[in-house]
Nanobody
Framework: QVQLVESGGGLVQPGGSLRLSCAAS????????MRWFRQAPGKQRELVAS???????YYADSVKGRFTISRDNAKNTVHLQMGSLRPEDTAVYYC?????????WGQGTQVTVSA
């Protein structure tokens, strides 16, 4: 049974930091690119960051220099370290595993950036 379980979300003040984690099971983690998406109320889901099987990374322009994605294949986990958080980073953050044609999603974790 495939599972992606996100954790680490919460309420943080502007300028603060959070570390999201995604624990994966039920598939061969090392073969999948891992990605973080987010969806704010009334907006489309957008790709925030991704990390390939060879650990190449991609970041959306809006988070470049503030967020860092990493993976631990030994522990089947992917992390998103978020810094210098802004109110516009408020969203539900989703973990995604991708190896076409298979795509798996987590249930999401809420991140709220507010004073």
């Amino acid at each position: 049974q495939v599972q992606l379980v996100e954790s680490g979300g919460g309420l943080v003040q502007p300028g603060g930091s959070l570390r999201l984690s995604c624990a994966a099971s039920g598939f061969t983690f090392s073969r999948f690119a891992m990605r973080w998406f987010r969806q704010a109320p009334g907006k489309q889901r957008e790709l925030v960051a991704s990390i390939g099987t060879g650990s190449s990374t991609y970041y959306a322009d809006s988070v470049k220099g503030r967020f860092t994605i990493s993976r631990d294949n030994a522990k089947n986990t992917v992390h998103l370290q978020m810094g210098s958080l802004r109110p516009e980073d408020t969203a539900v953050y989703y973990c995604n595993a991708a190896w076409a044609p298979d795509y798996y999603w987590g249930q999401g974790t809420q991140v709220t950036v507010s004073a």
